[in-house]
């Protein structure tokens, strides 16, 4: 490193803007994850609503499930999502909230009749779209633990408030935090969660979200190290007699370690 770079990089305006653009960056990863997460849970309220409606068309069973799960994961075989218990999660998601919405909506409309007024839509979309900016096991963790859906997007209003992980947003449930504080959430918002937090940490690596896209963590890492072994296979065989290469991963004892 010259003068020249090292008084740059020592500079503190120069500090002030490579610490901008770290979080600028990190900014921008987070956002984009979320987008996927907001795609792929977008995409389980569809399977989910189609799941519903055929099984009640056509009084199709649990039989319908595994022969959707196998053909989804031949079709798409690096989707974890397509499991046949992922995908009795998803209808069950959709059924707890599609309830939970019609219920809400027959009391809100009954007592919008009595007062000679409107009906209101039978769904809050706006209580799709929030429910869908939480991570996939955050979803199931709520449905699991919640039995209303005031107490799920309470939790789920929380999760993204508060940076909640899993772990966390489990243990809020069950010290009964909607019991002590809970109440009615009526805005519905688009915030993104603090860029240290636990919950963007686990969104940003969230497995579904990676296997959505078909994207592995580990691929990078894999390739890397093929390209290196490639590399040194060549270097070997330029070398001519007196070197051999034994391996991609050999264990050397030195020492009798």
Not at 70 to 78: G, H, I, S, V
Not at 145 to 156: G, L, N
Request: charged share 30%.
């Amino acid at each position: 490193m010259d003068n020249k770079e090292l008084s740059i990089t020592s500079d503190s305006e120069y500090k002030k803007l490579l610490s901008e653009l770290k979080e600028k960056v990190r900014s921008s990863q987070l956002k984009a994850a979320i987008k996927v997460n907001y795609e792929l849970l977008d995409l389980y309220w569809t399977l989910g609503e189609y799941i519903v409606k055929n099984q009640e068309q056509h009084s199709w069973g649990d039989a319908f499930i595994k022969s959707l799960a196998k053909d989804l994961q031949k079709e798409f075989p690096d989707m974890k999502g397509f499991s046949e218990t992922n995908i009795k999660y998803i209808r069950r998601w959709y059924s707890f909230y599609i309830k939970g919405l019609q219920g809400v909506a027959e009391i809100e409309n009954n007592d919008r009749n009595s007062k000679g007024l409107q009906p209101v839509a039978q769904f809050d979309e706006r209580v799709i779209n929030h429910i869908k900016q939480i991570p996939w096991g955050h979803n199931q963790r709520i449905i699991n633990k919640c039995k209303t859906i005031d107490e799920a997007i309470y939790y789920v209003d929380k999760t993204i408030e508060n940076g909640w992980s899993r772990n966390v947003l489990v243990h809020q449930i069950e010290s009964g935090l909607y019991g002590r504080e809970g109440k009615s959430i009526t805005n519905f918002e688009k915030r993104l969660p603090a860029l240290q937090s636990d919950l963007a940490r686990q969104t940003l690596k969230d497995p579904y979200n990676f296997d959505f896209l078909t994207i592995r963590e580990g691929y990078d890492e894999r390739e890397l190290q093929k390209e290196l072994v490639d590399k040194i296979s060549d270097f070997l065989l330029e070398l001519g007699e007196g070197f051999a290469y034994i391996g991609k991963e050999y264990h050397i004892n030195i020492n009798g370690g």
